[in-house]
T-cell receptor, first 115, second 108 residues
Framework: ETGVTQTPRHLVMGMTNKKSLKCEQH?????MYWYKQSAKKPLELMFV???????ENNSVPSRFSPECPNSSHLFLHLHTLQPEDSALYLC??????????????FGPGTRLTVT | GEDVEQSLFLSVREGDSSVINCTYT??????LYWYKQEPGAGLQLLTY?????DMKQDQRLTVLLNKKDKHLSLRIADTQTGDSAIYFC????????FGQGTELSVKP
């Protein structure tokens, strides 16, 4: 148990559906992240939120839409996905401090399958 | 550019030592990390080392850093079947940059 929870753990959706992934951290951290993990590829950083402000968007298609209503919650809204978007989506949080380490704590992930 | 290289697979016998290697390109990295991912789970932080250190030991884990060669290794002593997982090396260069992961298989 890392203090970061994700729901749902598994999701199967059609290409025309709209769904949302949810992440919650109970660690009092000030930064949250979405990563995509596909088979045989390095972890891909998608979005970063620092103090609820989006600080990074790594050229992610607009069919993925993040939302960070407060420093403890992070959502990833999905619509009109493609089969190649099937992957494990990981949420992480960290406490960022200038000059310090900001080790990230990961949730268990949501296994997404797009049919 | 940002790049982290790891070999994809390592197989050892239970009780042996495992050494997982990683090379990176960014010489300005401050912290380097090792994460473990078990099947069906997220990444778990195992240990990290500050770039001005060359070794860190934590129970069965030993991290060695050769900053000149930009080479990081993780040694697991007395490897157990429960150590079977994917191990990710990462460095902190503004954001965390991860390698592809090394799948460690421990045979009884």
């Amino acid at each position: 148990e890392t203090g970061v929870t994700q729901t749902p753990r598994h999701l199967v959706m059609g290409m025309t559906n709209k769904k949302s992934l949810k992440c919650e951290q109970h660690l009092g951290h000030n930064a949250m992240y979405w990563y995509k993990q596909s088979a045989k590829k390095p972890l891909e950083l998608m979005f970063v939120y620092n103090f609820k402000e989006q600080t990074e968007n790594n050229s992610v298609p607009s069919r993925f839409s993040p939302e960070c209503p407060n420093s403890s919650h992070l959502f990833l809204h999905l619509h009109t996905l493609q089969p190649e978007d099937s992957a494990l989506y990981l949420c992480a949080s960290s406490q960022e401090a200038r000059g310090g380490s900001y080790e990230q704590y990961f949730g268990p992930g949501t296994r997404l399958t797009v049919t | 550019g940002e790049d982290v290289e790891q070999s994809l697979f390592l197989s050892v016998r239970e009780g042996d030592s495992s050494v997982i290697n990683c090379t990176y390109t960014d010489s300005s990295s401050t912290y380097l990390y090792w994460y473990k991912q078990e099947p069906g789970a997220g990444l778990q932080l195992l240990t990290y080392i500050f770039s001005n250190m060359d070794m860190k030991q934590d129970q069965r884990l030993t991290v060695l850093l050769n900053k000149k060669d930009k080479h990081l290794s993780l040694r697991i002593a007395d490897t157990q079947t429960g150590d079977s997982a994917i191990y990710f090396c990462a460095y902190q260069g503004g954001k965390l940059i991860f390698g592809q992961g090394t799948e460690l298989s421990v045979k009884p």
